[in-house]
């Protein structure tokens, strides 16, 4: 995007707004002397933005908003403000360290907020609603299923393991998937002792759950497989992207512009070196800022083509011969694959 050079130079007024759960709170500073000129408490409903916007309007037109959490507690709010043209700014949590002298409270927060867009250079869009809103339900659902199945199948293992003989020679040597279909067919048998009867009725249970939940994991991948061919394909063309990358990639970009420069997309997404030099020894650390998410899926991507591409497997030989760790590798590889990806994603470029 074409970042704003200055708040100061385009509004009259800049609101911060801390926002919860229940109750967002408002504090409206000056652009030009960040002084603090009123607040106001209202609720999350409809009643309550709307209250909200018309107290804005009593403190001047020329004004931006500055949200805190504007893709959770702040997306009701950050939705009604865009759908009356009110001009939007994104800001992430503070750390309980960056709050001064470790003050906190809503109030507090509010205007921190507001004199802390007055002072960045560049600001975040708002992330939109659509695909992108339909792709982060999907993928939060479909990762809690994910989670919860493979969580139910270390429970099934674990159970084995302590099972009587009789059910434990059942699963001995068979796969994960071997061990959950058998355990989802397991009938008590006459003669069984009451351990054995509890035991096999609670791994069928541990085993249909796990399975119910696998077929609800690949239901929302198909949705979101529909979703990402109907709207970004061209994603899907780059070795290495499938699915769930791709869709990871269009939660966090949102749309072309939200993100201004391939170096704030290797920062978002973790991927950019941060100096650790001393004295005459220059080098760089592992970035663990960021989305982990999204840098989760260029590691992703990165294991992928190193594995089946043979333009990325000819740039690993060359690093390796220059004495590269295969970690170090990774790292540039990665930070390759963000810039690519930035590319394709604000022009709809595949890289030569």
Not at 14 to 22: E, M, P, Q, R, Y
Not at 109 to 121: N, Q, S, V
Not at 296 to 307: E, M, N, T, W, Y
Request: glycine share 8%.
């Amino acid at each position: 995007m074409n970042a704003m050079p200055s708040l100061a130079e385009v509004v009259d007024v800049v609101i911060g707004v801390d926002t919860h759960k229940h109750t967002h709170t408002a504090a409206v500073v000056d652009a030009a002397t960040g002084g603090l000129l009123a607040e106001l408490t209202v609720s999350t409903d409809p009643g309550g933005y709307g209250r909200l916007l018309q107290w804005a309007g009593e403190h001047g037109q020329a004004r931006a908003w500055a949200l805190e959490g504007a893709g959770g507690y702040g997306a009701g709010l950050a939705r009604h403000l865009g759908a009356a043209g009110e001009q939007v700014v994104e800001l992430d949590r503070p750390a309980r360290a960056a709050r001064r002298h470790g003050a906190k409270s809503d109030s507090l927060d509010a205007a921190r907020a507001a004199r802390e867009a007055l002072g960045r250079a560049r600001l975040a869009q708002v992330k939109t609603d659509g695909p992108r809103g339909q792709l982060a339900a999907l993928t939060a659902a479909r990762r809690s299923a994910v989670e919860a199945a493979t969580l139910a199948q270390r429970q099934l293992h674990a159970l084995v393991i302590a099972a009587p003989e009789t059910l434990r020679a059942l699963f001995r040597g068979r796969s994960t998937t071997a061990m959950t279909t058998t355990a989802a067919r397991l009938r008590t048998r006459a003669g069984w002792d009451a351990h054995t009867v509890t035991t096999a009725s609670v791994l069928r249970a541990l085993a249909r759950r796990a399975r119910a939940l696998q077929t609800e994991a690949r239901d929302h991948e198909n949705a979101m497989a529909q979703i990402v061919r109907a709207w970004r394909p061209d994603l899907l063309e780059q070795p290495g992207v499938g699915t769930i990358v791709a869709a990871q990639i269009l939660i966090c970009g949102s749309h072309p512009g939200r993100i201004r420069s391939e170096a704030a997309f290797a920062m978002l997404a973790g991927t950019a070196p941060i100096p650790a030099s001393s004295g005459l020894r220059t080098r760089h650390r592992l970035n663990r800022s960021g989305d982990r998410q999204l840098n989760r899926a260029l590691h992703v991507v990165a294991l992928s083509r190193a594995r089946y591409d043979q333009t990325t497997r000819d740039y690993i030989e060359r690093r390796r011969a220059q004495g590269k760790t295969d970690r170090e590798i990774r790292r540039c590889l990665k930070r390759y694959i963000a810039r690519d990806l930035f590319r394709q994603l604000e022009h709809g470029v595949l890289p030569a």
